[in-house]
């Protein structure tokens, strides 16, 4: 007996370090399992990312370019350009890499700058980046066109030369296309792709305007369709829009719809206070093709209680005015202008107020990504000019159903969000911002591009297939 209970000492121990064994492997196991089972962000940099080849463009078309616009004069479209506030001419002292214009007509399209700004950032400080550079052309899913196209487009126009962007001779804008696109087609990567895998941002309506054909191919950053869709369906006649839309050069298929850059700040969800007006718009009651639709809105809504319609120019003032009208109003007007979207409807979101779209043809960037039918209001063109009808519609909206918009709302106001807090863009990016949401869905783009490179080098010389229309 004596010797029994040493025994059953060692063999007790032996069993409580196996048993301590066991629920260690036990809890590291369910650990693991637990981690597993999160629920995965879309943004998850931890994902393989994009491989992005920067094309190697000269600096004289991208931030060149902006040396050139800050020794420039006044734009001549705007009463007041608060970049230049005298008719002197300066050159203020700018590094590697000077702002982008606060000048709202170029600001709004400003994705160019801030999607190139992340690209050279240092790569210790992109860790939050989607997009990873790559320095070999054989290395990358895609080739970005460093060519600030809108902010070319816009110096052109700000010069008052009207509708000469139309017009080759003397056109800077023009020679500065035509020398983006004699380098980049010369490159090998261009060749092996016919450009397919190219990706250019292109936020203005008349950017590239005299090359896009040459380009039609390739991936394109726009923030709607509306100017392309005039040059594709130029042959339609009729008095309303065709059943079939035959995109010859833009499609939901290979291209991005992005956001504008967003001109007002942003209200937090904590600092809303009660809104004292139903429905908001400011802005040109003027405009032309779809944007028809403004005038007769205005027209209709202009007499209508508790409606406040602003005609107004997005100057300093004007600017002002929108804030405290889009922070007072529980909805924000977005009709179509000379293109389906604008500027305005970001400002919208960014300001808690939730849109009311009436906009028929309209493409909204993200899509698969956001449903913008949780905190907008969608209505046909046809409801919205029945007499009454709207401001009924909209005052049928219960406080608790405004909230619960608004809430939502406030959860994507960081999706639309391009700026990193630095003057001259160069810097970490906000993981869930606009940046990563367009390479995002760039990305989602590269199977069908890659598809489509090996499809066509298998063609025998000579071959000519024309371009299909992708109905979706």
Same mark, same amino acid.
């Given at each position: 007996?004596?010797?029994?209970? %040493? ?19 036990? @809890?590291?196991?369910?650990? &693991? ?17 994009? #491989?992005?080849? /920067? ?29 230049? %506030? ?7 002292? *700018? ?33 939050? &980046? ?15 066109? %460093? ?24 056109? $800077? ?32 309506? /008349?950017?590239?305007? *005299?090359?896009? +054909? ?10 709607? @369709? ?54 908001? @718009? ?5 405009? *032309? ?20 319609? +602003? $005609? ?62 949780? @905190? ?15 401001? #009924? ?80």
């Amino acid at each position: 007996m004596a010797v029994a209970k %040493p025994l059953c000492s060692v063999s007790c121990l032996l069993l409580s370090s196996s048993l301590l064994f066991v629920l260690s492997l036990l @809890f590291l196991f369910s650990n &693991s399992l637990t981690s597993d089972q999160k629920p995965k962000i879309s943004l998850d940099t931890s994902q393989t990312g994009i #491989n992005v080849f /920067v094309a190697e463009l000269p600096r004289s078309l991208n931030y060149g370019l902006l040396d050139k616009y800050w020794s420039s004069s006044p734009d001549s479209r705007i009463p007041s350009d608060p970049d230049h %506030p005298t008719r002197k001419t300066h050159s203020p002292k *700018h590094g590697q890499h000077p702002p982008y214009p606060e000048n709202p007509l170029i600001k709004q399209y400003s994705a160019e700058y801030w999607i190139m700004g992340d690209l050279e950032t240092p790569t210790e400080k992109r860790a939050g &980046s989607f997009a990873k550079r790559v320095f070999s052309e054989s290395e990358a899913d895609v080739v970005f066109v %460093p060519f600030f196209a809108t902010l070319s487009a816009e110096m052109e126009l700000a010069n008052g030369k009207g509708s000469s962007f139309r017009k080759k001779s003397g056109n $800077e804008d023009y020679q500065r296309q035509r020398q983006v696109l004699d380098f980049i087609k010369n490159t090998q990567a261009w060749k092996l792709s016919g450009g397919r895998d190219h990706v250019f941002v292109l936020t203005d309506p /008349v950017a590239m305007w *005299h090359v896009r +054909e040459e380009i039609a191919l390739s991936i394109l950053l726009v923030v709607d @369709f509306g100017g392309w869709f005039r040059q594709d369906s130029k042959s339609f006649n009729g008095s309303s829009l065709p059943e079939r839309i035959e995109h010859t050069q833009v499609s939901v298929i290979k291209d991005v719809i992005v956001p504008y850059t967003h001109l007002l700040p942003r209200l937090d969800l904590s600092r809303n206070k009660r809104r004292h007006s139903l429905l908001y @718009f400011k802005g040109a009651k003027h405009r *032309h093709r779809g944007g028809l639709i403004r005038e007769k809105l205005w027209d209709l809504l202009v007499d209508e209680q508790g409606i406040v319609m +602003e $005609e107004g120019f997005p100057n300093a003032t004007g600017r002002e005015q929108s804030i405290r009208g889009m922070r007072n109003s529980e909805f924000c007007l977005h009709p179509a202008g000379d293109t389906p979207t604008s500027c305005r409807l970001f400002d919208a979101i960014q300001s808690l107020c939730i849109p009311v779209i009436v906009s028929d043809n309209i493409e909204l960037p993200f899509e698969g990504m956001i449903d913008y039918s949780e @905190f907008s209001v969608f209505v046909s063109v046809s409801d919205a000019l029945r007499p009454k009808w709207l401001a #009924n519609h909209l005052r049928n909206f219960s406080e608790r159903d405004k909230e619960t918009l608004r809430s939502r709302m406030a959860e994507v106001q960081s999706v639309f969000v391009y700026d990193n807090g630095k003057a001259d863009g160069i810097g970490p990016i906000q993981p869930d911002g606009a940046v990563n949401h367009i390479w995002k869905k760039v990305y989602q783009k590269v199977p069908m591009v890659k598809e489509a490179v090996i499809r066509d080098r298998r063609k025998p010389a000579g071959t000519s297939v024309p371009l299909r229309c992708q109905c979706i």
